[in-house]
């Protein structure tokens, strides 16, 4: 299986972004599948993950209320929907999969090159 991270771009402050990211190979519905991202000069961070039945979400501290994680199983799609994005939410987005329930980057597996996100002031 692959996962392929999609829907970045540029935006303004307080505006939204919605990422996708879609798996092909397999149905990956079994697995954790999480959002990282990593701002030039700065780790990778975890954002939010969602557990492989959808029936758990997690998020990090900076972006509990703004953004919400999501799963079709039908399409095999995670989604990563952005509200009221910040310029501090500016960074490569990238998804991975999981077989923990986990906020750890070191549990999850990563693919592609990620999706620019860009928030001017």
């Known amino acids: 299986v692959q996962l392929q991270a999609s829907g970045g771009g540029l935006v303004q402050a307080g505006g939204s972004l919605r990422l996708s990211c879609a798996a092909s190979?397999?149905?990956?519905?079994?697995?954790?599948v999480g959002w990282f991202r990593q701002a030039p000069g700065k780790v990778r961070e975890f954002v939010a993950a969602?557990?492989?039945?959808?029936?758990?979400?997690y998020y990090a501290d900076s972006v509990k209320g703004r953004f919400t994680i999501s799963r079709d199983s039908a399409k095999n799609t995670v989604y990563l929907q952005m509200n009221s994005l910040k310029p501090e939410d500016t960074a490569v987005y990238y998804c991975g999969e999981s077989l923990y329930d986990s906020i750890d980057l070191h549990e999850y597996h990563f693919w592609g090159q990620g999706t620019q996100v860009t928030v001017s002031s």
């Open positions: 190979g397999r149905t990956s519905s079994v697995y954790a």
């Open positions: 969602i557990s492989g039945s959808g029936g758990m979400t």
